[in-house]
């Protein structure tokens, strides 16, 4: 299994980001997808989850109305469209998938600053 995130980088309070993750190893169309973030000194912490049909989709209550997860199966990735960023959603945010044990990427890193 293997997930690579990109997307991440420097952003203004109130801009956006999207973020991709890309995935192999396994039946992509058939997990759900999940994305965590850490911010540092805390811990990590769920951000977004979205099933495997991409049908359903549920979201930290912080992040509700600002976040938006979807993925394209046909293409083996999972999107997060971040909008409305505030200095506290800075952090470094990694795809999840748990397939008998949790998979992880390597993260990337989102930093909300003027």
């Known amino acids: 299994v293997q997930l690579v995130e990109s997307g991440g980088g420097l952003v203004q309070p109130g801009g956006s980001l999207r973020l991709s993750c890309v995935a192999s190893g396994f039946t992509f169309s058939s997990y759900a997808m999940n994305w965590y973030r850490q911010a540092p000194g805390k811990e990590r912490e769920l951000v977004a989850t979205i099933n495997s049909a991409g049908s359903s989709t549920n979201y930290a209550d912080s992040m509700k109305g600002r976040f938006t997860v979807s993925r394209d199966n046909a293409k083996n990735t999972v999107y997060l469209q971040m909008n409305s960023l505030k200095p506290e959603d800075t952090a470094v945010y990694y795809c999840?998938?748990?397939?008998?044990?949790?998979?992880w990427g390597q993260g990337t890193q989102v930093t909300v600053s003027s």
């Open positions: 999840n998938v748990r397939r008998y044990v949790s998979y």
